[in-house]
């Protein structure tokens, strides 16, 4: 069992920044490919990042490439978001997942059958001004 909570959401104006965070519980945060996902107002969840095991794999959706940075820290069993050059389309809820499949087979369920994945968040929300 995993628990997954996250923080670090709130206000900010488009083209700032923002991290948010993920703390994990149990032992075996390392065992699990973790990764993020959103949901903005009447819209459907999207696919955002995954990272491996490691922190070796990194996978992007392209609307956050190169903006977007996921990193995991496995002693602190943490995962981050670093968020630059928002926008006002980023505006949404964000949530942490986390499965003990490989990296690439998590960005594939969270982009296609996010319902799949093993673990999930309550999410922290994200509001980029224009």
């Known amino acids: 069992q995993v628990q997954l909570v996250e923080s670090g959401g709130g206000l900010v104006q488009a083209g700032g920044s923002l991290r948010l965070s993920c703390a994990a519980s149990?032992?075996?945060?390392?065992?699990?490919?973790m990764g993020w996902f959103r949901q903005a107002p009447e819209k459907e969840r999207e696919f955002v990042a995954v990272?491996?095991?490691?922190?070796?794999?990194?996978f992007y959706a392209d609307s956050v490439k190169g903006r977007f940075t996921i990193s995991r820290d496995n002693a602190k069993n943490t995962l981050y978001l670093q968020m630059n050059s928002l926008k006002p389309e980023d505006t949404a809820v964000y949530y942490c997942?986390?499965?003990?499949?490989?990296?690439?087979?998590?960005?594939?369920?969270?982009?296609?059958?996010?319902?799949?994945?093993?673990?999930w968040g309550k999410g922290t929300l994200v509001t980029v001004s224009s």
């Open positions: 997942a986390a499965d003990p499949r490989p990296a690439a087979a998590v960005a594939r369920l969270l982009a296609r059958r996010p319902d799949d994945i093993s673990y």
């Open positions: 990272i491996g095991r490691t922190g070796d794999s990194t």
């Open positions: 149990g032992r075996t945060f390392s065992s699990y490919a």
